[in-house]
């Protein structure tokens, strides 16, 4: 009760309290701030206006010294906590050259504990070798002085200098050949070990590594011993642990960004600048608009900035050498520090013009066409697709051929009237026989790829990242096809190929978990931009269908052999259901965007009295790959390669039930159910 009247007493007494900062209160009138000695004097000022004895007193003293100093030593605690997190984040941010994430957090520490900032960036050391010899050549404490002395007036900037020296640091990090860091916590290398960092090199070595291994349960990292002796003492001074790394030679950085990341183009740029006869010969036999002419002209424009940079950042860093040496010397040094201003305002200039420059060429890299397999024929359109082989013969039937639509809406099982109703046109309700048919032709094309095949099941999302629909293709070039989220960097996937194929997007695989054969159910949704009328009745082409989709990612060497296979594997499926179809090879001209070699299967439709497309196998060779940053590592020599990637619908659920409706329809208008699905069927042999 004393305690409920005294915190009543504050409560009116608020103002006097505050002018004193004796506490602060929030919202809700509770005390969220204090000092213990205050608690006294308002106890006593409490006691003296209401007239209480001294135990009064002592036990509200009591009271509130306790609850107090118990909030304190939580706050304190959880304030350890998140400074702990802060930290590890900074550093996993760091391992990751993940700049903007770094930046973020770098402030957050530079303002909250500058001492241990310091003491973060101080465990990265840079070194170059010379035979048998380290030679550290970058120290983050020299960085630091290098950037005050270039940047005096703008050192009060915090945002700027904490930039500066996370951009420093990492383009150090990035850059140098040979990397040694030394740490203090081993803890720290557990973050680096377990991050895709190490992958950029060929060789790492960690002081006590079995004993770290172990202790972290760090999995995927194996010890390697060098060929040389390399005197690691002298680098690692007083600092207990450390590591050195061995960069691969020609091995690309996989930068993070929220827009299109470097490194994930079709065609390497070098390829294209010398051989753009070759390029632009492609470009004529597919069809294509691209422009070359401008992706070459930005990537000279290119060469031409860096050039500039380059020779700005060595006068830069010749002039810095002569500031330490001047001021050591007592020389004026007014005049250069002048001059490295106007340097370090240039190159700041330049490297924005450069990623202007960039992001214009990456955007349009991405759409540039995949490469033509040799095996390819050459053709400007479908009618110059070449007919590899038929199977089977299309019935003659002794009465009127009815369309699917018309079979369909007489034997009540297909309603197109209300389907429109629904979503508009290119939409269909299943009803009844025809739901079941659907669902039944879904579980019959999985059950034969993964129990007769050596495909394994998979079943993913059907709403995916930006990033996903770049990585297979689809995005940017297709992008007024797809169907995207409104006010989200999400769409739904046009084809399971997507996600496939994305499900190793940004992984390094071992050779031997090579080949992979996955095959899976979705809905797709296409928005059919381009296809200009075309099959409007009926369910050759809908907004919203369903398809079984296989996707292999395979070594390059056994791609080809692994496209006839997947070929084969959908043939199977029209040859179960016995229905006549073909097998023909695409041209340049006819062929997609992402694939090198396309077969399309074509199944027989009666009511249009020819073959129409049920299947589509693509080889894309690494073009996929590429963009999805998809590799596997060579188990002889460590080395990481670009996978194959291909892909083929398995087959196209909503087509093959019209096929069958069409090819299996008798003089009555009814349907007789393949005899391979009856038992799909519920034992259901005619649907009438």
Known sequence: MEIKSFSQFILEHKNRFEKRKYFILDKNF??????PSFILEMAYIYCENEKKDEKVLENIKSEFENTFLEKEKNVKRQSK??????????????FNRESIHALKLGNEMFYKNKKKFFEILYNFSFVSADENKFIKTFFAEKMVEKIVLENGEKYSNIRFFVEE??????????KSQFCFLDFEDEKNIKYFLENEISMLYKKIYVENF??????YEIRNVKKINFEK???????SESKKYYI????????????????????????????????SDKVKEFLKNRKSDFDLDALLKYDEVRRNLLQEVEMLKKERNESSSLIGKYKKEGKDTVELLSRMQEVSAKIKELDQKLAENDEKQLLLNYTIPNKLSPDTPIGNDEDDNVEIRKWGTPREFDFEIKSHDELGVNLGILDFERGAKLGGSRFTVYKNAAARLERALIAFMIDVHTQEEDFEEIFTPQLVKKEMMIGTGQLPKFAEDAYKIEGEEMYLIPTA????????NGEILDEEELPKHYCGYTACFRKEAGSGGRDLKGLIRQHQFNKVEMVKIVKPETSYDELESMVNSAEKILQKLNLPYRVISLCSGDIGFSAAKTYDLEVWVPSQNKYREISSCSNTEDFQARRAMIKYRDKETKKSHFVHTLNGSGLAVGRTLLAIMENYQQADGSIVIPEVLVPYMGGMTVIK
């Open 30 to 35: 509770k005390i969220v701030r204090k000092e």
């Open 244 to 275: 050195i790394l061995f960069k691969h030679k020609n091995k690309k950085i996989k930068k993070t960004s929220k827009k299109i990341e470097k490194g994930k183009k079709m065609l390497e740029m070098r390829y294209i600048r010398e051989n």
């Open 165 to 174: 020296i996370l951009k420093n640091i990492l383009n150090y990090f990035t």
């Open 210 to 215: 079995d004993k770290i291994i172990e202790k």
């Open 497 to 504: 190929e997507v996600t496939l194929t994305n499900l190793h």
């Open 229 to 235: 002796n390399y005197n690691f003492e002298e680098l």
């Open 81 to 94: 906590i998140e400074a702990k997190k802060l930290e590890d984040s900074f550093i996993r941010s760091l």
